[in-house]
């Protein structure tokens, strides 16, 4: 889980989900890093007082009877719902600072 002071804005007015936002990396010394376009960021690592769990909701429509008519099987109804456990977030990366501009060295002339 990440955590972000302020807001992350796109160029265009489209939405950012499922999008590449950055490059997350980590120092020798375990502190994460942040880079978004031009701009790095520097975080901690913060252990969450309650564990965040995340689930996927799966709906069964298997029948548990195998002598069901053909009309049963067109009509099919939601017979019960199974909730699968895909992780449990007990850390997160938080990002206070603002961000900070890479600028690249380059050689003076003189």
Request: charged fraction near 25%; hydrophobic fraction near 40%; aromatic fraction near 6%.
């Amino acid at each position: 889980m990440i955590e972000l002071q302020g807001d992350l804005q796109s160029r265009q007015d489209n939405s950012l989900h499922s999008k590449f936002i950055g490059d997350l990396h980590f120092t020798k010394k375990g502190v994460p890093v942040l880079i978004i376009g031009h701009h790095i960021l520097y975080g901690k690592i913060v252990t969450l007082e309650k564990p965040f769990v995340v689930m996927s909701k799966n709906i069964n429509t298997k029948a548990n009877d195998s002598m069901e008519t053909d009309q049963e099987m067109d009509m099919q109804k939601p017979k019960g719902i199974d909730y699968l456990v895909k992780a449990i977030v007990k850390k997160k990366l938080v990002f206070k600072t603002r961000p900070k501009p890479i600028i690249a060295n380059v050689p003076k002339k003189i």
